[in-house]
């Protein structure tokens, strides 16, 4: 096999492993409160939990025409009884908005498949439209 076959080859093998990369199962919904406030949800299926004492970071990026007021991203919730490190459901977090536009939401969240018996860290990027 030639130097430039091989790195042809290579180059695909590397593509395509980069293109498999499994999707989240974790997803962040917001819901309208009253007035300004919104609130984050983390949603998940019954057999995933979010780990308590990971290092998750969630990011709130306003765009033009929107502006953050106030948030509180901490992870609050239910115990997992399947297991104790791991929350079974996440607390709503409140979310201050002040005007209309796009809102993106970035966050790395380390969560378990009881399932598969596997823990992973997440990265979720997700764009909102305030309205």
Known sequence: MTKKLFAIIWVFVLSAGLSAEEESPVKFKLEKGIGEVYFLKVVHPSHFGIQKDAPHRIQIVSGPGLKVESSDLKLKGKTSPKKKEYFESVEPMPITLKGKGELEI??????????????????????????
């Open 106 to 131: 970035q966050a790395k969240i380390f969560y378990c498949d009881y399932n598969r018996n596997i823990c992973i860290p997440g990265k979720i990027v997700q764009k909102e439209i305030i309205k």
